[in-house]
């Protein structure tokens, strides 16, 4: 039996496999991505990742074992991120994954997609992004966040605790080297001024009868668990088709990449048909 997390495509499979660079216009600016298509002729299903704030784990592993597993995997960076056009903002982010899902729908015949079968995972803030995206989108098939990051979670912290404002600025500022056209005090306002309207327990009712898939992080102190995934499991249960796991590992599971690899790639073949 193949084991796409071990084990390469046979290799008269036909067409080989191929790695293809990928230009999204979103708002007027050139967001940058790769597209990893897999062996053989489709149409295959297509799972966008979504990667976190700055965006220095890209899940470049899971996209490839993806790929092994027989899907279509894009991956690719919001507006003032990573050397993409325009400035970075979190409306921006949840623009540029809107638009993400829908460019690779339009064009999926080049590409050999299936439209009809779209999965999202993202990571962190791509986490907040994927479940957002997901809520506004019935025809995504499937939904994966890991270590997801709840805005509104940080901005309720922000709204009663100064201290916990200031050290959320100082977090933010700090990671700006791969961004551009943003500050902490301004990535901190946002979300303030976006409050509870970007808070994911509350899409609980648009995914009812979804299969969403969250994964926690036990030793996690950028998302700690019970702030940031325990909250959505509780919304969660009984609405969407949640599976959902606690790993005893760090924010950007160091020490678990195989078994997310097999955790992710086993959602998705069960739940994106």
Known sequence: MHDPVARDPAPETRPPAATTPIHLDSHGETLLGLLHVPA?????????????FPGNERNFDLAQALR???????????????????????????????????????SSAGHGIDPARVGLF???????????TAAADPSIGAVASTSGFDVGAAAAACAADPAARAAYVRAFQD????????????????????GQA???????PRLTGRPVLLIGTARDEVTPVPVH???????????AELEHHVFETDHSLSDHRVTLARVVIDFFDRRLT
Do not use: C, K, N
């Open 40 to 52: 053989g002729p489709g149409p295959h299903p297509l799972i966008v990742l979504l990667h976190g």
């Open 68 to 106: 092994r597993a027989g899907y279509a995997a894009l991956v690719f960076h919001y507006r003032g991120s990573w050397g993409s056009g325009g400035s970075w903002a979190w409306r921006h982010v949840l623009e540029d994954s809107v638009h993400a899902v829908a460019a690779m729908r339009d």
């Open 122 to 132: 993202g990571h962190s803030m791509g986490g907040f992004a994927a479940l957002m």
């Open 175 to 194: 990671e700006l080297r791969p961004l551009r056209g943003t500050s902490g005090e301004a990535l901190v306002s946002e979300l303030e001024s976006a």
């Open 198 to 204: 970007w808070s994911l327990p509350t899409l609980a």
């Open 229 to 239: 995934h325990d909250p959505l499991v509780r919304a969660y249960q009984g609405r």
